[in-house]
């Protein structure tokens, strides 16, 4: 009986830290002077890929891992190659931000320049029932999405980006980071593990939408830049 317990509250764990790497990601507001700015996220250099991965990449699948950033965590990420330029997988990571089948409502409270401050209610979440987050949002527009957590009821810290960079053969890398902490304290490989597989979810999600609304005379145009 207490085995059984004890593999119920594993099996609830996985399955909460499963539902919230469903949420975009960067931090709690005491932890604020932690995250980036836009000033320092727009300068970071764009998806690095390293022979292997480009590898894995042009065989279709997604390459998981983690990245150290400079304010000490270490994110999660999913890379992805997509047959679509950046402007559609743009469009399709807006889309997949707005399916989240968790999301009660999501709603604009700030909007200036490139910066977004948006409330996001999130239902039947295991354990956690329902959280309401007050995200920021930074936008580059096709290349990169960076966002933080201002408060939450619920969450310590999120954080992360979407990163897109252009190929040389008009399609377009996708990276998605996150970090997460839920304030339950659990292996950081196994929450790294949960992390993985919903990200790695999430760009395929997103390379469905956004291979099924390519252009075809645009995907393969001159992109901006290749992947170094």
């Not at 354990?127 to 936008?139: D, W």
């Not at 969450?155 to 970090?179: C, H, M, N, R």
Request: charged share 30%; net charge positive.
């Amino acid at each position: 009986m207490k085995k059984s317990i004890q593999l119920l509250k594993k099996t609830t764990l996985l399955t909460a830290l499963a539902a919230m790497a469903q949420l975009p990601a960067l931090a709690d507001g005491a932890e604020m002077p932690k995250t980036l700015s836009l000033e320092e996220t727009k300068n970071e250099p764009l998806v690095t890929i390293s022979p292997a991965e480009k590898n894995k990449l042009g065989k279709g699948q997604v390459v998981i891992g983690t990245k150290d950033r400079p304010n000490g965590r270490r994110w999660v990420t999913a890379k992805i190659k997509i047959n679509a330029q950046p402007q559609v997988v743009w469009d399709a990571v807006h889309e997949e931000r707005k399916s989240d089948p968790d999301l009660a409502y999501s709603k604009v409270l700030e909007e200036k320049n490139n910066e977004k401050t948006i409330e996001q209610k999130f239902q039947l979440l295991p354990v956690i029932g329902t959280s309401v987050c007050v995200i920021k949002s930074n936008e580059i527009q096709n290349k990169r999405i960076d966002y933080y957590l201002l408060k939450s009821d619920r969450f310590k810290a999120v954080e992360g980006s979407w990163i897109l960079q252009p190929t040389e053969d008009g399609g377009t890398v996708l990276e998605l980071g996150s970090y997460i902490d839920i304030g339950v304290p659990a292996p950081r490989g196994f929450v790294e593990n949960i992390a993985g597989k919903k990200l790695e979810r999430r760009v395929s999600s997103v390379r469905r939408f956004a291979e099924a609304h390519a252009d075809k005379a645009i995907a393969h145009s001159k992109p901006e830049a290749q992947i170094k």
